[in-house]
């Protein structure tokens, strides 16, 4: 029975198709859909960290902009989610969204844990094979590691 489907989305039109996807089969089962996105850390967090990133003072200012710039992603993130949400709600389904921060397939499966996810709906991503095999793929991550069913959908296909 799936009773809960999560939909991770990246804010790209691909993504929004999974959604479509995920809203048809929460009417057949009769379920509910969970918005995630995730949100890496900023880059100028990242750089804080560096040892070459300056003294106390240069770190401090690039710990400011960092969470600035965070908590303008998160507030546009919300926004953005509560627009998809809508979709899910005019089809009359429930659903909810969450935002995470951290690493997208870690946060997946975290989130598939926290909310009792049934099943995952998302996109295979449209890189070649080369990238895929030297960056890797949260796709490919989470179809070898998640305890939940998940429903690829690929790209370009109608």
């Avoid at 890797?136 to 296909?157: A, F, K, N, Q, Y």
């Amino acid at each position: 029975m799936v009773e809960k489907i999560l939909v991770p989305m990246d804010g790209s039109r691909k993504s929004l198709k999974a959604l479509s996807y995920a809203i048809d089969a929460a009417k057949c089962f009769n379920g509910s859909i969970v918005i995630l996105r995730v949100i890496t850390l900023s880059m100028l967090e990242m750089a804080w960290n560096s040892p070459s990133s300056g003294g106390p003072i240069i770190k401090q200012d690039f710990l400011k902009e960092a969470d600035r710039r965070d908590k303008r992603t998160i507030s546009r993130v919300r926004k953005y989610l509560r627009d998809k949400l809508k979709a899910v709600t005019d089809n009359g389904l429930e659903g909810s969204f969450r935002v995470m921060v951290g690493d997208p397939a870690d946060s997946i499966k975290q989130c598939c844990q926290e909310e009792k996810i049934d099943l995952i709906v998302m996109n295979a991503n449209n890189r070649g094979w080369l990238k895929r095999a030297i960056l890797g793929s949260v796709t490919d991550e989470i179809l070898r590691t998640s305890s939940v069913p998940v429903l690829v959908l690929r790209p370009g296909r109608k």
